[in-house]
């Protein structure tokens, strides 16, 4: 069973940037699919970013595409999530996931989460 731990979230106004982290243990991030997803107070948990576990191929939400990057530090076991041009509205609690299915519809694996605070 792989534990997920995410760092890295903050407060930022608008056209800043931040990194968040998600650094695993007990298991090796590369044998699994990773994926960043976000919670808005009062809205559902959406789906932000996808790594494959062979760490070339990645999948975003139109709402993020060409701002936000997804990637993997094999060394470090640790997956991250780069954030540009940020916006009031990505503002959330941000999750990383893991699993061992290529495209899974659900996670099985999650962190605790990461609040980003996006102000205008």
């Known amino acids: 069973q792989v534990q997920l731990v995410e760092s890295g979230g903050g407060s930022v106004q608008a056209g800043g940037s931040l990194r968040l982290s998600c650094a695993a243990s007990?298991?090796?991030?590369?044998?699994?699919?990773t994926g960043w997803f976000r919670q808005a107070d009062g809205k559902e948990r959406e789906f932000v970013a996808w790594?494959?576990?062979?760490?070339?191929?990645?999948d975003y939400a139109d709402s993020v595409k060409g701002r936000f990057t997804i990637s993997r530090d094999n060394a470090k076991n640790t997956v991250y999530l780069q954030m540009n041009s940020l916006k009031p509205e990505d503002t959330a609690v941000y999750y990383c996931?893991?699993?061992?299915?290529?495209?899974?519809?659900?996670?099985?694996?999650w962190g605790q989460g990461t609040q980003v605070t996006v102000s205008s």
């Open positions: 007990r298991r090796t991030l590369s044998s699994y699919t």
């Open positions: 996931a893991a699993d061992a299915r290529y495209r899974p519809a659900e996670y099985d694996y």
């Open positions: 790594l494959a576990w062979s760490g070339r191929n990645t």
